[in-house]
């Protein structure tokens, strides 16, 4: 992913004390519970939608401090029989070091994920999209992803 350059200047910012996200106000901005801490849902293309896009932020406590590489190597074990992974990569942008992949799932529904790993907590960054909905959909949720940074 690249650096969240092209972010439009009219979109919301939600900021918290660990990180921050850009989102346009077309995207319905909700509470999380347990371990989600927000849903960010994109509306509904046409009466039939019967999947929202969304990107949701999940936070784990770790018992002790684990590198990201491990971190990630654990993860993609717990969805491998869900999941496949169709693209993973580590990037450094900005001084966040982070891992994108790509879960391609049985049901037809694509996970774009970012995996940090700070100290002793974890943040799993997903936008969940159907493989059929309009491009336009799915770059605004790629720029979304690329606006969260980590405080």
């Known amino acids: 992913m690249r650096p969240a350059t092209d972010i439009p200047d009219e979109w919301l ?4 004390d660990d990180f921050s996200i850009r989102y346009p106000d077309t995207w319905e ?3 999380g519970a347990e371990s989600v801490l927000f849903y ?8 039939d939608d019967a999947f929202r896009e969304n990107v949701n932020l999940v936070e784990e406590n ?5 590198s990201l590489d491990r971190y990630v190597t654990l993860a993609e074990k717990n969805v491998s029989n869900r999941y496949t992974v169709t693209d993973k990569k580590k990037y450094a942008v900005d001084g966040q070091t982070y891992y ?3 879960l391609n799932g049985k049901d037809g ?3 774009m994920q970012h ?18 909905e309009k491009e336009s959909i799915r770059k605004e949720g790629e720029k979304i992803m690329e606006s969260f940074r980590i405080k």
């Open 100 to 102: 994108h992949l790509i």
């Open 40 to 47: 960010i849902l994109s509306n509904p293309t046409s009466p």
């Open 109 to 111: 529904i694509y996970i």
């Open 115 to 132: 995996y940090y790993v700070k100290e002793k907590k974890a943040c799993i960054l997903s936008f969940a999209f159907d493989a059929d």
């Open 29 to 31: 901005l909700q509470n």
């Open 13 to 16: 910012c939600l900021e918290h």
């Open 62 to 66: 770790l018992f002790v401090s684990m």
